[in-house]
Structures are given as C-alpha cells and as structure tokens.
C-alpha cells in the first residue's frame, strides 16, 4: 500500500528542474519599484502573465476580478499625484528616525514602468449569495490577491519586475480609473523589464525590518503553541536548515540543491 501511494505522489511531482523554478519564482521575486527601463512589454509576454491571474483559485468560482491596463502618461501622472499627496501624508504617522528613513525610500515606479495594471474585485459578480463566502464576506477580495500574486510570479518567471503601489487613497483612485462604486480596487501595480533584481527586499536590506524566522511563526494544534513529538523536532529543523540556506546562499542558489 505505502508503495503505491508513493507511485501516485511521484506521478503528480514535478520534476527536480521544474520544481526548482517554482521556488526560484518565489524566493527572487521583488517588490520593484527603481529599477525600471523604458523596454516595452510585448503583447504576447503581458497576455500570458494576465492569463496566469485569471487561473487564480477564487471563492465560489466567481472570478472577481478585472485587469485595468494603463499606458497613457497623462493617467500615469494622475495616479502619481495622487501617491505623492498619501506618500506626504504617511510620511506624517512615522517619527523621528523612521519618518527620515521612509521619506528616503522609492516606493513606486508609476511613471518609469511601461505598463500599470489595477486589479479590482466586483464583489456582485457571482450575486449576492456565493459558494464560500457565506460566511467570511472577505473572501472576493482574498480570491483578487491570489491573481495578484500569481501574476507577480510570472511576471519573475518572464524576467519582468512588478511592484505594488499601496500608498493610494482608493476613492480618488476609483475617481481617476473610473471604478464603479460596487468594484474595490485591489492592488495598483507597475510592470516592466528591469535593470537587475535586488538580492534582498529592499525594506529587508535597508533595515526597516528584519525577515523574521520561519520557526518562530509555525504553531501546533493552537495559536502560539508548540509541540515536542519527532515530527514536530524534525519539521523545525528542516525550516531553520532550509531557512539558513535561503539567506545565505541568496535567491539563485537552488532551493533543492541540499535534498
């Protein structure tokens, strides 16, 4: 019986390279936001990126979702207006040290990246009873992050960077999009080729935070509990393993190379 269950977990495995590029996708993915060039994305790359958001899992089936291109100027300037009066703002909430540090950050590349695309969530799409969200009403709009960040990933695998612009008040984003009032938007993002990719997040590499230990935040049966049976030991010391061999060999190091 084990054996036959091992047959049928292997047929569904990727191979060790294709595995290995999933990981990569994941692990040298950035938030870009200065290392944009003016090079044009191709329709046939951006379609294929778009496609893999739409093959996003959503609750219910229902798909929420819209892809709003943006690759006029003039819009660009309109959303990046309205950036810098929330980024001037947010600046505000920080003090002493941290305001300095935030005011020295790039945290968009509105205007530098070819391509911006705001993903919405139409929360009435499927009706107002939906398969899944019956009692968790957020769970459209989780479904419109899952596209988010599918399309990030392939964007990695193309060689394009992307960065999420969050600094936005969202009404005036609706006003300047032309948004109707059911639909929410998501996530406001840049999209082109890159210079080169930063071997760290940039908020990671500049202090702002540290990239907290995987170990630290896995839990057993509870919030906030551990465990000490052999599974729990062995699981703990695969993910601080892994989790040194993640930082220090870099992104491009090979997630499966010690297995």
């Not at 292997?10 to 944009?36: K, N, P, Q, T, W």
């Not at 739409?54 to 892809?67: L, R």
């Not at 009066?85 to 020295?104: D, I, P, S, V």
């Not at 009032?181 to 210079?195: D, N, S």
């Amino acid at each position: 019986m084990e054996n036959s269950l091992h047959h049928h977990s292997a047929r569904h495995c990727f191979s060790d390279l294709e595995r290995e590029s999933v990981y990569r996708a994941i692990f040298s993915r950035r938030d870009v936001r200065g290392e944009f060039t003016s090079q044009p994305v191709c329709p046939q790359v951006l379609s294929r990126i778009l496609m893999a958001a739409h093959y996003a899992p959503s609750v219910g089936f229902m798909q929420p979702w819209n892809f709003i291109i943006v690759r006029s100027q003039e819009t660009k300037k309109k959303v990046h207006a309205l950036f810098a009066q929330a980024h001037e703002e947010a600046a505000g909430m920080f003090e002493g040290e941290a305001r300095e540090t935030y005011r020295k950050l790039k945290l968009e590349g509105i205007l530098e990246s070819p391509i911006n695309i705001c993903i919405t969530c139409d929360r009435d799409r499927a009706g107002p009873v939906v398969i899944g969200r019956t009692h968790i009403k957020t769970m459209d709009l989780y479904s419109s992050v899952c596209a988010v960040q599918n399309l990030w990933l392939a964007a990695r695998a193309e060689g394009l960077g992307l960065g999420w612009v969050s600094i936005l008040d969202q009404a005036r984003l609706k006003d300047v999009l032309a948004i109707p009032g059911r639909v929410v938007p998501v996530a406001y993002l840049c999209l082109g080729h890159v210079t080169h990719f930063h071997d760290r997040p940039e908020l990671q590499a500049a202090g702002w935070l540290p990239r907290l230990p995987l170990g630290d935040v896995v839990d057993f049966e509870a919030f906030d509990q551990g465990a000490d049976d052999s599974f729990a030991r062995d699981l703990l010391d695969h993910v601080r393993a892994d989790q040194l061999r993640i930082e220090g060999a870099g992104p491009e190091g090979g997630f499966l190379a010690a297995e």
